[in-house]
């Protein structure tokens, strides 16, 4: 195998004023003793405003445990989380779910849409917990509709859509609150080629209208067309700066 020459220093360095996103020290540790597990060592890692990334590295390597705690769905066992300049590592569980509505859009590879509401009504869901009035809710959701595409599947619901439709509701109810960081865990992992194409091509537009976006993947084409690639192993960062042309270099 070919090596990669890229010097990453895991080092943390001083924190550009355009840090979205910084993990210092980052530790994951589950269980005790002889059935200890470092899920993640020591991870440092910066993100910044704008920036359109991907994480990958094989499994068990720590980018899911990564990902689920810069979306403030699981706490570190050490070190210091910074969103937007908030150091978030160690909030209640009510406030890491008023920073997750607030300041984090999701996309799953599972869409994870209420079958029982149509695309409008579970785009509208996320603006009811952040407590806008129903007039601006419906608004939103309509404009979060249009700028995916959907605009003439409004009320259709998740059994009357595609699979790429499904997730492009998805992508709508991620972005209509307004998130600074849009985080998006193999959200075209259920998706046909075509599909995956169309999905991507929207992650790129959002980006390029400023949101930063983050993405778990496994498939390097789908990381190809992100700016930044982040490897995991063995939970820790071995490269965090990769280029697209970088990956035909590794064994992926």
């Given at each position: ?13 001083p924190v550009p004023k355009s840090a ?182 929207i992650f790129t537009e959002l980006n ?45």
């Amino acid at each position: 195998m070919t090596t990669v020459s890229i010097t990453d220093s895991l080092v943390p360095s001083p924190v550009p004023k355009s840090a979205i996103i910084r993990l210092e020290n980052i530790f994951k540790v589950y269980g005790s003793g002889e059935t200890e597990v470092k899920a993640l060592n020591n991870v440092n890692l910066i993100i910044n405003e704008g920036e359109y990334s991907s994480i990958m590295g094989p499994s068990g390597s720590g980018k899911s445990t990564a990902m689920n705690i810069i979306g403030c769905l699981d706490r570190p066992t050490n070190g210091h989380y910074y969103l937007d300049n908030v150091d978030v590592a160690q909030m209640d569980d009510k406030a890491l779910a008023h920073i997750r509505n607030k300041k984090l859009g999701f996309v799953f590879q599972q869409f994870h849409l209420l079958p029982q509401l149509t695309a409008l009504e579970n785009v509208m869901l996320p603006m009811a917990y952040a407590n806008v009035n129903p007039t601006e809710r419906r608004d939103r959701a309509v404009a979060a509709l249009t700028r995916v595409g959907l605009e003439k599947r409004l009320n259709n619901k998740p059994n009357q859509l595609s699979g790429g439709q499904q997730q492009r509701v998805a992508i709508a109810r991620a972005i209509v609150n307004r998130p600074v960081v849009l985080l998006a865990d193999e959200p075209t992992g259920a998706l046909d080629s075509r599909t995956t194409q169309e999905v991507l091509d929207i992650f790129t537009e959002l980006n390029a209208s400023g949101i930063t976006v983050v993405m778990v993947t496994h498939e390097p084409d789908v990381a190809r067309q992100t700016q930044r690639i982040v490897w995991f192993r063995d939970g820790e960062v071995i490269h965090s700066h990769l280029t697209p042309s970088d990956l035909t270099h590794l064994a992926v």
